[in-house]
């Protein structure tokens, strides 16, 4: 098995961010893999677990294969845990952050790193979930729209206006930061809501290249499916608390752990509010463990004047290493 994670006191206001899907991109991780062996055995231990080859998927693609829902859940995952090993070979240990949190699926790395879920059984879960997302898409096809400037309260009444009007679904999906929301849901509810959020004055509505209803009630069939799942796994308490996605509070239990993985297949995304508890807590360093730069983007919209670093590359865990090196 791959090295355990390892915290230290840290007096640091610190809060470790993990990417949800989308962040995803070929050759995320390989020159982790090849600076830090700790990295490239964590990636190793997913390849077993799974069965195949995540690793080279990660490393050389094919694109459309890391994009598929199904491995590209997994392989995110597999990717923040190596970004967060490393870290640990160069500084001896981790300092220990105030909150943990992860975007959708980065929910998962989060409570992994927390010490919550055993990455074998992490990885095994979001593999599972990745499966039961694409049924539920198949069986039940959607829409998902980025709204720009817009209130989350104007665009949630929209919503909640279409569906009556329409009989369909759409609720909002994401929160992500003030001005971007992403809403989801059937043709119809989707359709109305569009068309009227344009009218009630967004500066874009742009539909997303999915056809999976992320995050609303097309979601259900795999939510249920998943808890079962959930429910088998064993679940501890963090090291340090979990903010959840639908509540944008801390978990600190491994009730309110499985009671939040099942909620968020089907709920929303809270993450500006989750964001807002951190700052409101005093944190003012938030840290983006695995591919991307996107939840680095947000938060600089939500806390413009708060520190925020990408941990992706040797690059991203010198600089790590260099500000919480003892």
């Known amino acids: ?134 049924e539920a898409g198949q069986r039940s096809p959607g829409l998902m729209a980025a709204i720009l400037a817009l209130d989350e309260a104007v665009v949630a009444q929209v919503c909640a206006d279409a569906q009556t009007a329409t009989g369909g679904i759409v609720q909002v999906a994401n929160d992500n930061c003030p001005g971007q929301i992403v809403i989801s849901g059937d043709r119809a509810g989707m359709e109305r809501a569009m068309a009227d959020l344009e009218a009630a004055g967004a500066r874009k509505v742009v539909a997303l290249a999915v056809s999976i209803a992320a995050h609303s009630p097309l979601m259900a069939p795999a939510a249920a499916e998943l808890k079962a799942a959930i429910d088998a796994t064993p679940v501890h308490p963090p090291i340090a608390p979990v903010i959840g996605n639908t509540t944008a509070l801390p978990l600190t239990s491994a009730d309110a752990i499985r009671a939040e993985l099942v909620a968020q297949l089907t709920g929303s995304v809270r993450w500006t509010a989750s964001m807002q508890h951190a700052v409101d807590a005093g944190v003012e360093t938030f840290v983006e463990v695995g591919p991307g730069e996107v939840l680095a983007g947000l938060m600089k919209r939500i806390a413009r004047k708060s520190e925020r670093m990408s941990v992706a590359d040797p690059a991203g865990v010198e600089a790590f290493a260099t500000r919480f090196r003892l």
């Open 1 to 134: 098995m791959a090295e355990p994670f390892v915290y230290r006191d840290n007096q640091t206001p610190l809060a470790l961010l993990f990417p949800g899907q989308g962040s995803q991109e070929v050759g995320m991780a390989k020159e982790l893999a090849e600076q830090f062996p700790a990295a490239k055995a964590m990636l190793e231990e997913a390849d077993d677990v799974l069965g195949f080859s995540l690793s080279s998927l990660c490393f050389d693609g094919p694109e459309e294969l890391l994009t598929d829902t199904v491995n590209a859940q997994p392989a995110l995952l597999a990717v923040s845990a190596a970004a967060l090993v490393a870290l640990q070979s160069e500084l001896g240990s981790l300092p220990t952050p105030t909150f943990f949190a992860g975007h959708s699926m980065g929910e998962y790395s989060a409570l992994v790193a927390a010490g919550c879920i055993a990455y074998a059984d992490g990885l095994r879960l979001v593999r599972e979930r990745g499966r039961l997302m694409k």
